[in-house]
């Protein structure tokens, strides 16, 4: 918080900062900065990850929180019930459409399941981009990032409100492919305050 309190003093302008983050968690993420994309954490967040696949629909894995705005997306949005143990199984997968846009809460809220590897992988194949909702991803135990590098269709949504407690001026960042972070990532629309917060965060990580 004394980072937020003190970011009027910042030397350093947005774009830097920005980039200073995303260099941050590429370093804490094992992964090339230009596979992170930041951007704020409000509803649209998922607005230019549907501009990619306009015409898809939108596939949410209930009972689960999702993000406001997503049935405003699309034209089309469709819900796939969760098995009895509330996971997505064989037959989630099969349930969704070919080349639709998946979005998962792993671990989902309320339940607390998460998704498996493998399971995440054939949804990646069954869908045309699936982005996996990773707000609490510390709780998981196996990390998906290795899934970035195998596949050109998979999102890592994450953000610093959950593990680090920081609020609303706090970007929202993602770990993708190259050509999906350009295409989402939104630095010109980032403040200093909620930036300085998030590398604070960081860089004690």
Same mark, same amino acid.
């Given at each position: 918080?004394?980072?937020? &309190?003190?970011?009027?003093?910042?030397?350093?302008?947005?774009?830097?900062?920005?980039?200073?983050?995303?260099?941050?968690?590429?370093?804490?993420?094992?992964?090339?900065?230009?596979?992170? $994309? %930041?951007?704020?954490?409000?509803?649209?967040? =998922?607005?230019?990850?549907?501009?990619?696949?306009?015409?898809?629909?939108?596939?949410?894995?209930?009972?689960?929180?999702? $993000?406001?705005?997503? #049935?405003?997306?699309?034209? &089309?949005?469709? &819900? %796939?019930?969760?098995?009895?143990? =509330?996971?997505?199984?064989?037959?989630?997968?099969?349930?969704?459409?070919?080349?639709?846009?998946?979005?998962?809460?792993?671990?989902?809220?309320?339940?607390?399941?998460?998704?498996?590897?493998?399971?995440? $992988?054939?949804?990646?194949?069954?869908?045309?981009?699936?982005?996996?909702?990773?707000?609490?991803?510390?709780? #998981?135990?196996?990390?998906?990032?290795?899934?970035?590098?195998? =596949?050109?269709?998979?999102?890592?949504?994450?953000? =610093?409100?959950?593990?680090?407690?920081?609020? $609303?001026?706090?970007?929202?960042?993602?770990?993708?492919?190259?050509?999906?972070?350009?295409?989402?990532?939104?630095?010109? &629309?980032?403040?200093?305050?909620?930036?300085?917060?998030?590398?604070?965060?960081?860089?004690?990580?």
């Amino acid at each position: 918080m004394l980072a937020i &309190e003190s970011a009027a003093t910042v030397e350093h302008c947005p774009v830097t900062l920005a980039r200073m983050l995303r260099e941050r968690l590429a370093l804490l993420h094992g992964v090339n900065p230009s596979r992170i $994309a %930041v951007f704020p954490q409000d509803d649209c967040r =998922f607005e230019r990850l549907a501009g990619l696949q306009p015409a898809a629909p939108w596939v949410i894995y209930p009972p689960v929180m999702p $993000a406001m705005g997503i #049935q405003a997306l699309s034209a &089309e949005s469709i &819900e %796939v019930e969760r098995g009895t143990r =509330f996971r997505i199984e064989a037959d989630q997968i099969t349930d969704t459409p070919p080349g639709s846009l998946a979005l998962v809460m792993t671990p989902n809220d309320p339940t607390g399941n998460a998704i498996g590897v493998t399971t995440a $992988a054939q949804l990646g194949r069954r869908s045309s981009l699936l982005v996996l909702d990773e707000r609490s991803a510390e709780m #998981q135990r196996r990390s998906m990032i290795p899934l970035v590098e195998e =596949f050109d269709s998979i999102v890592l949504m994450r953000s =610093f409100s959950d593990w680090a407690g920081l609020g $609303a001026p706090a970007p929202g960042y993602a770990i993708t492919t190259t050509r999906i972070a350009a295409a989402i990532d939104r630095t010109d &629309e980032l403040e200093a305050p909620g930036l300085q917060a998030a590398l604070a965060a960081v860089s004690n990580a």
